[in-house]
Nanobody
Framework: QVQLVESGGGLVQAGDSLRLSCAAS????????MGWFRQAPGKEREFVAA????????AYADGVKGRFTISRDNAKNAVYLQMNSLKPEDTAAYYC???????????????????WGQGTQVTVSP
């Protein structure tokens, strides 16, 4: 299995930027598609962004498209989420996740991801 540890969350103001990182250890990182999800208090966990094994193909939720960018560095066993123009509605715990089965397009479905990190909190004030 793979272990995932997120970092980079914090308290920012609307319009600011943050870069989340997810460090992976264990199995060969490049064998996994990676995703970012988020969960706000009282809400279900939702898809944010995903990237395929090679890093070439990405997918985004409509609400973050054009503001967030997912990337990965297989040499460093890491995946990143660059978040720009943050809004108060982006406030949530952000989780990275690994999907062993996807080979082409990264998946948006939570159930496709077998391994999860513990999350990092992002709070955006108005």
């Amino acid at each position: 299995q793979v272990q995932l540890v997120e970092s980079g969350g914090g308290l920012v103001q609307a319009g600011d930027s943050l870069r989340l990182s997810c460090a992976a250890s264990g199995r060969t990182f490049s064998n996994y598609a990676m995703g970012w999800f988020r969960q706000a208090p009282g809400k279900e966990r939702e898809f944010v962004a995903a990237v395929n094994r090679s890093g070439i193909r990405t997918a985004y939720a409509d609400g973050v498209k054009g503001r967030f960018t997912i990337s990965r560095d297989n040499a460093k066993n890491a995946v990143y989420l660059q978040m720009n123009s943050l809004k108060p509605e982006d406030t949530a715990a952000y989780y990275c996740a690994a999907d062993r089965t996807s080979t082409l397009a990264p998946k948006r479905v939570l159930a496709a991801y077998e391994y999860w990190g513990q999350g990092t909190q992002v709070t955006v004030s108005p």
